[in-house]
């Protein structure tokens, strides 16, 4: 991944268009007064990882509340438990793409998971980050964003395959897919990511909810749509798409290896976003 995880905390954007957050586990309210260190270098290194390198996926199972996160390459992934404030006290483990993946063969590329939606049935629905995926054109130096899903409260998960491609499938210094915070809204997945074919900004695909889970429940996946033209008609995988804009029709810019919140007392929906 281009951007390490360490400048993922940046500075919250509302915007207008991103519609509604899915928060499938625990609503949290704290009053917060000053920066909070919710992990040293050496709680870092104590869950195997060197240089994080995406955000930290988090659900809560029981009364306790799990994160996942990648190290940098997307070489492994790492498994702790602990609090919003801490997360990182119990190290679980540190495993390998074939370790993290049951059938990592299929998976077209480097992997890394960026965000997890909790199903009801609590099942787990990983959106992944690809890298170096190999395109129609036989360069193995694509983007692609594709999902994976979880029987086992994350201990592995299962590829599905891709969904979002950029249009014209360009190598990644013109292709390089961001992404993925994603919302639910009216039944639909939205998911967020920098479409460097739409100007470089924001771009939007969505899929709706009931068929992306029942997909991942057979081992696949349903088709998304872009965002183009205020239609979602474009096909997710090598569609055109808009660049999205905010509520003063600026393009909306920057990097979206990110999460998205849903804020009850304001009833606003944010995107945490670095320019």
């Not at 404030?85 to 540190?94: K, N």
């Not at 967020?192 to 996946?221: H, M, N, S, W």
């Amino acid at each position: 991944m281009k951007k390490s995880a360490t400048k993922i905390l940046g500075v919250l954007c509302a915007v207008a268009m991103l519609v509604s957050v899915c928060v499938p586990t625990i609503a949290i309210a704290a009053e917060q007064t000053g920066p909070i260190t919710v992990a040293t270098a050496q709680d870092i290194t104590a869950t195997g990882a060197y240089s994080p390198d995406s955000p930290l996926s988090t659900w809560v199972s029981g009364s306790t509340r799990y994160f996942i996160t990648s190290d940098n390459g997307g070489n492994s992934h790492q498994k702790f438990s602990g609090t919003v404030d801490a997360p990182m006290q119990t190290p679980i483990f540190e495993k390998t793409k074939e370790q993290m993946f049951t059938n990592a063969n299929a998976i077209n590329g480097q992997p890394w998971i960026i965000n997890i939606y909790k199903d009801a049935d609590g099942g787990l629905l990983a959106f992944l980050h690809i890298e170096y995926a190999t395109g129609s054109d036989g360069s193995a130096n694509k983007g692609r964003i594709a999902l994976a899903y979880s029987t086992n409260n994350g201990d592995t998960f299962t590829y599905l395959g891709e969904i979002v491609a950029p249009y014209g499938d360009p190598d990644l210094s013109g292709g390089f897919i961001q992404g993925c915070p994603y919302i639910v809204k009216d039944g639909y997945f939205y998911i967020y990511f920098t479409e460097y074919t739409a100007e470089g900004q924001i771009a939007a695909a969505r899929a709706p909810l009931a068929d992306v889970l029942a997909a991942a429940k057979e081992g696949t996946v349903t088709n998304w749509n872009k965002y183009y033209n205020n239609t979602w008609d474009q096909p997710a995988m090598g569609g055109v798409a808009s660049a999205l804009k905010d509520s003063y029709g600026n393009a909306v810019t920057g990097i979206t290896h990110a999460n998205a919140a849903y804020s009850e007392y304001t009833g606003t929906y944010f995107l945490l976003h670095p320019g």
